[in-house]
């Protein structure tokens, strides 16, 4: 993985940055290059509040607020960024007004890389909504001065439609960092990490491909 002048990550919920894209980020920045994560809402309507449930809507925000914090800790993130739209509307959101954010971030920045969700082959209306806004954003920079642009799909067509991916990341020196970023967003995770723990434990192949390797898309821009 070479080393970039800067990796921007953006994602619409606390723990997109943990399940697809941490051994990426955890190797930049163990790289030295500084890491900015926008994330642009708190969550605060997943469904997982426990059996029997350990929060309330009220207070699942602040939860998962902690949560990011602690998983951006882990990850090494210096520069944090938690843009304050609300989960579940950000498809609603203006477009041209969600990508002047996405272009103000760019030019404050000035990455070489950003790394979002491929719209239309990231299933969730937050991902494909902010996946849209950072490709229009990019879209609008001159050819030559565009950052290159690594996005996450895992929709059913996405290998069907756009070939394999690009890029695939091997982040096995890294993937205790990415267990603990996981393990961070407990009030998500915590009922599954028993069985992913389990999985490693046994070497399950299935499980340590997807613990180990991280899939990228180069998006394809018309011009």
């Given amino acids: 993985m070479e080393k970039e002048r800067h990796v921007l990550v953006v994602f619409p919920h606390p723990d997109d940055e943990a399940f697809g894209v941490s051994g990426t980020i955890a190797t930049h920045v163990k790289n030295g290059t500084p890491v900015t994560y926008a994330c642009l809402t708190l969550g605060?309507?997943?469904?997982?509040?426990?059996?029997?449930p350990f929060t309330n809507r009220e207070n699942l925000p602040k939860i998962r607020k902690e949560e990011l914090l602690e998983a951006a800790s882990v990850l090494g993130i210096q520069d944090l960024r938690m843009l304050g739209y609300?989960?579940?509307?950000?498809?609603?959101?203006?477009?041209?007004?969600?990508?002047?954010?996405?272009s103000s971030l760019i030019t404050?920045?000035?990455?070489?890389l950003v790394i979002t969700f491929y719209p239309g082959y990231s299933v969730h209306p937050d991902h494909e909504a902010t996946g849209a806004a950072v490709v229009r954003a990019v879209e609008k920079l001159p050819a030559a001065a565009r950052p290159k642009l690594h996005c996450v799909a895992f929709s059913n067509n996405c290998v069907q439609e756009l070939g394999e991916a690009d890029i695939i990341h091997n982040i096995t020196p890294v993937?205790?960092?990415?267990?603990a970023a996981i393990q961070a967003h407990r009030s998500q995770t915590e009922?599954?990490?028993?069985?992913?723990?389990?999985k490693i434990k046994n070497l399950d192949p299935q499980m340590m491909a997807w613990i180990n390797n991280e899939r990228f898309w180069t998006y394809k821009f018309n011009k």
């Avoid at 404050?108 to 070489?112: D, F, H, I, V």
């Avoid at 993937?175 to 267990?179: G, R, S, T």
Wanted: hydrophobic fraction near 30%; aromatic fraction near 4%.
């Fill in 108 to 112: 404050e920045l000035n990455p070489s």
């Fill in 191 to 198: 009922q599954m990490f028993g069985d992913v723990t389990e």
């Fill in 175 to 179: 993937a205790d960092k990415k267990l």
């Fill in 86 to 102: 609300r989960d579940k509307t950000v498809e609603f959101e203006d477009d041209e007004e969600l990508s002047n954010v996405m």
């Fill in 44 to 52: 605060e309507m997943g469904r997982n509040m426990g059996n029997p």
